[in-house]
């Protein structure tokens, strides 16, 4: 699974040198391989009906020290998913985008995949760190090759700051590691072994760190518009589809799964940082002018549901009482995935057709733009999660769980609310505007319009099923807390 | 042992007098020295596998090719190695070329012997067979004042680490009546209770003359000046090769130093003294080199900073992080020299401003993404093998309850990435602004090779780890 991408990306380079063409075939190729091993992965965790990891590798990687020891549950599961799904997204909507350097584009692209991969597989600290790292050069190469005018300070920045924290993170790993009965980087060993408590809270504190700069959790978020902005396109759909998802899953399977009484403890001031982030990404989005800055301050909104929700729904298990908040999370991973990936591409296409992508300026989208606007309606319906979508049902899980667990928390039902005041304002200014005569319009073609309907089909299924997706998280909700309530 | 340093003594000895006469083809030297450092590399597993009682293991009172001489050695000869090949491009009409190699292998000579002399004399004179060839090496680059005044610092600096080892040696023979390592650390065990000062300050002053090579702060003003001034592949040598053979001597000197603490009321203060000398070598390091404009200055200070990551193992050294620490600093010691050899050697197809660098991508395609590799290796980003010694220190560091330092160090990682991916983004992202060089092949042939160690130890490093755990620990 692991190998797939990683000689994929090589092949593609190879097969590049030969012509040009092949490196995108190559890539569209090995992306569709992986997202079909992982589609049958996730099948695989579904029917298994259990919780725990399966199809579990351990080889002796450093002697001694470090096993290579690989596994998927319900949590890792559905993100490997989005990782294969949305590279494939962004492999066919880079044809058009990238024209400079495409067999180096093409493979990065495929190693980027590989490292996501082996982030969601990992089950020993270390290779986790290994992987977690190897993901951020790509990205690095990305922003500041292929990206926009100020792409330079952009990549800087994304780097510096994805790195401070994952120094922060490593040393909570290594704290952790010296600090428990027998020491061992493996995950699952760590899992049933007591630590002083004051251990668990500095490790926790230290990876929550390492990853809220991912996530991005505010006040450390900051890299993150710049990274969306001057990223081209697909990147930014696998920045906000992908990359963010690292930061959740980090959150879910270490302050979560690992430090549990930490989280429990101190779940209140976890869950303020989660608030805080909807809030504030939200209320920013508000007044941003830039549609693509707009949307890069919804995945930071959006993210906060993912913190509010995995706290909250943890806090809740040991209270015996139902919770929605950690399958919540996950399942608003999994929809924002989609969602902001089809809300990016269309801010690529605007960008495209005006040349800006200021909403001040673009108007009159629906007389010359059938289809774009179409898109972009039900774009902006799926990100601001209404009824329809599976949006909807994650949201609504994570603020039951939060009204649960809390009755302060109501006031997070204003996030959705001032989501939906600017995407649709945004409708408003961009497509139900009268039509301008300065400016050339230009629809995208059919094919194009099918591709970014694409991104929404698993949200409509979703809704209508989404069992599909909750059963095989309730089975990571239950190794939480072994026998408490899926 | 005899048989490898006759290997490239003999070469070493008979390159220059054959060159004086006219029929010796000059242009072959390059080879031959090359051939030598390859062919003492192949003999260096054989020692090893020969076990303490092999034909070629030389227990005497003087040398013993232990686990810290072996990982020395196998750094410095691929060090030298290296630089050999990456110098034959340039040295091929210089008049002098045979004088240049034959230094190159006295050098390495010198770096082995003092990785495994257990003799204060004989480190000193080793010492001084490793230094002196580098000084000339230094200022070879004829008619530039800057190679002239690199040389003449550097030459300042070396007399000061010998006249500091040597005081200590001197101090040391009085105490222990013999200059023999084990007899040193008898009497350092046995009398230092009597009178602790005079002990610690003897090893204060054999440590701060190795500390010279070393270029910790506060000892490392010369290095900058000196990297900057030579050749490159000059700079390989000293930065990734004689630097670390100070390690080699000051490893074991720290054994004689725990000894003393054990005894003495200085107790703590002892690790505590080279645990704040790491940190501070880190941190200026870093700091510095975010500074810098010139591309060689900058290496030349983030290897300060690596030296000082290197320092957390000796500072470990006597704490529950020991082992840890021991591999860690072999980790580093051979990861590092090929990396930092590897940027250096770079240098050849690139320039050393960083108006060369911008845009190197495009004039010089595979120099710009060796070099690349080489710089987030320094950074220690997996998955490239720069990050595998620092986790054994780091490691080392939190078992010997040294947390503070562990952090410091760690922080220090994010500080270094930013000047490394600075340069990065200068090669990947800039438009090119001075005419480009030509990629010299013999050039990248060494950053092939280098490239290729640091990705595949990168993520294989277990061969390195099992034979460097095996070493074990100090003689």
Redo the contacts between chains.
């Keep these: 699974m692991l190998l797939l991408p990683a000689a994929g990306a090589a092949i593609t380079y190879i097969a590049g040198r030969a012509k040009e063409s092949y490196a995108k075939f190559g890539a569209v190729g090995f992306s569709a391989l992986e997202l079909l091993l992982s589609v049958y992965v996730f099948g695989s965790v579904y029917l298994a009906h259990a919780s725990g990891f399966i199809f579990q590798e351990q080889y002796p990687w450093i002697p001694g020290l470090i096993t290579y020891h690989v596994g998927v549950d319900g949590l890792g599961a559905p993100l490997l998913v989005i990782a294969a799904g949305l590279t494939l997204f962004a492999v066919l909507g880079s044809f058009s985008e990238i024209q400079a350097m495409q067999r180096a584009y093409y493979s990065l692209l495929l190693l980027f995949l590989a490292a996501t991969v082996g982030v969601f597989i990992s089950l020993n600290l270390i290779l986790f760190y290994f992987f977690w790292d190897a993901s951020l050069l790509p990205m690095f190469f990305f922003i500041g090759i292929w990206g926009g005018p100020n792409r330079k300070y952009a990549a800087m920045k994304f780097l510096l700051f994805t790195y401070g924290g994952s120094v922060a993170m490593l040393l909570g790993f290594l704290v952790y590691y010296f600090s428990v009965p027998s020491p061992t980087f493996d995950f699952i060993q760590l899992l049933g072994q007591p630590v002083p408590f004051w251990v668990a809270t500095l490790s926790s504190a230290l990876t929550f760190v390492g990853f809220g700069v991912k996530l991005p959790m505010v006040p450390i978020h900051s890299w993150l518009p710049d990274a969306h902005v001057e990223a081209p396109t697909p990147i930014s759909v696998l920045l906000a589809g992908l990359l963010l998802k690292l930061g959740g899953y980090g959150i879910l399977r270490f302050n979560i799964e690992l430090f549990t009484s930490v989280a429990i403890k101190y779940a209140w001031v976890f869950i303020a940082f989660g608030v805080l982030t909807m809030f504030y990404g939200a209320i920013v989005a508000l007044r941003q002018t830039d549609m693509k800055r707009m949307v890069a301050f919804t995945s930071i909104n959006h993210m906060g549901f993912v913190i509010l929700g995995a706290f909250t729904g943890l806090a809740l298990l040991t209270g015996a009482s139902v919770s929605y908040g950690i399958e919540g999370a996950v399942f608003q991973m999994f929809n924002h995935a989609f969602a902001i990936g089809l809300m990016f591409t269309l801010t690529g296409v605007v960008k495209h057709v005006f040349g800006t992508r200021d909403m001040r300026v673009v108007r009159g989208m629906r007389y010359a733009m059938p289809l774009t606007s179409v898109a972009m309606g039900v774009g902006a319906l799926a990100a601001m999660g209404a009824p329809l979508f599976s949006s909807f049902l994650s949201e609504f899980m994570v603020i039951y769980g939060g009204i649960h667990f809390s009755p302060w928390l109501w006031v997070v039902v204003f996030v959705p609310g001032i989501t939906a005041a600017y995407l649709l304002w945004m409708l408003k200014r961009m497509v139900f505007s009268e039509r301008s005569q300065e400016m050339q319009y230009q629809d995208v073609h059919s094919g194009f319009f099918l591709y970014m309907l694409m991104y929404i089909v698993p949200l409509v299924i979703l809704i209508v099923l989404p069992g599909l997706l909750l059963g095989p998280v309730a089975g990571f909700v239950s190794e939480v807390t072994p026998g408490g309530v899926g | 042992m005899i048989i490898l340093i006759a290997t490239l003594a003999l070469p070493a000895t008979l390159l220059p007098l054959l060159a004086t006469f006219s029929w010796f083809p000059r242009r072959i030297s390059s080879l031959v020295a090359v051939g030598a450092l390859l062919l003492a590399l192949v003999e260096l597993p054989f020692i090893l596998i020969e076990g303490p009682h092999g034909i070629w293991y030389y227990p005497t009172n003087l040398v013993s090719f232990d686990g810290i001489a072996f990982a020395f050695s196998v750094t410095v000869i691929t060090v030298s190695t290296m630089a050999a090949v990456g110098s034959a491009g340039f040295m091929k009409d210089e008049s002098n070329s045979a004088i240049y190699y034959s230094l190159i292998l006295f050098t390495t000579i010198g770096m082995i012997l003092v990785s495994s002399s257990t003799d204060l004399i004989f480190l000193l004179v080793s010492w001084e067979l490793m230094t002196v060839p580098t000084f000339v090496l230094v200022a070879m680059k004829r008619g530039d004042r800057r190679s002239s005044e690199a040389a003449m610092k550097y030459f300042l600096a070396a007399a000061l680490s010998a006249a500091l080892i040597l005081f200590g040696l001197s101090f040391a023979y009085g105490l222990a009546g013999s200059t023999s390592f084990s007899a040193v650390a008898s009497a350092f065990a046995n009398n230092a209770r009597s009178a602790p000062a005079i002990y610690l300050l003897t090893a204060a002053l054999l440590l701060s003359g190795f500390a010279v090579k070393m270029a910790i702060v506060p000892f490392h003003f010369w290095l900058p000046d000196t990297l900057q001034g030579g050749f490159p592949q000059v700079s390989a040598i000293l930065a990734a090769g004689s630097k670390k053979a100070g390690f080699a001597a000051a490893i074991r000197i720290t054994l004689a130093l725990l000894l003393v603490s054990r005894f003495s009321s200085f107790s703590v203060s002892w690790q505590l003294a080279l645990a704040l000398a790491a940190a501070a070598t880190i941190t200026w390091g870093n700091v510095a080199a975010l500074t810098q404009s010139s591309i060689s200055r900058m290496l030349a200070y983030s290897s300060i900073a690596q030296a000082g990551y290197i320092m957390i193992g000796l500072a470990v050294q006597g704490t529950a992080g020991a082992a840890l620490g021991l591999i860690g600093i072999f980790l580093q010691v051979l990861f590092h020299g090929v990396m930092k050899g590897s940027a250096f050697i770079s240098l050849e197809n690139v320039g050393d401003s960083m108006e060369d660098l911008s845009g190197l991508y495009r004039k010089a395609p595979f120099t710009s993404v060796a070099l690349a590799v080489s710089l ?1 290796s320094l950074a220690g ?3 490239l093998n720069g ?2 010694g620092k ?1 054994y220190l ?2 080392g560091a ?2 010997g309850s040294l ?1 503070w330092l ?2 410091v160090a ?2 220090n ?2 500080i270094a ?2 000047y490394y ?2 340069l ?2 200068r090669m ?3 438009e090119p602004v001075t005419a480009s060089r030509k990629e010299r092949l013999e050039v990248v042939a060494v950053l092939a090779f280098s490239t290729a160690f640091i990705v595949i130890t990168g993520f ?3 061969p390195f ?2 034979v460097f ?1 095996r070493l074990g620990g100090l003689p």
């Design positions: 987030f980003l997996p998955p990050f595998w986790l780091f490691l939190v078992q947390w562990a952090a760690l922080a990682s994010a990435l930013a991916s600075y990065a983004k990947f992202f800039d294989y490093p277990s780890i099992t755990s």
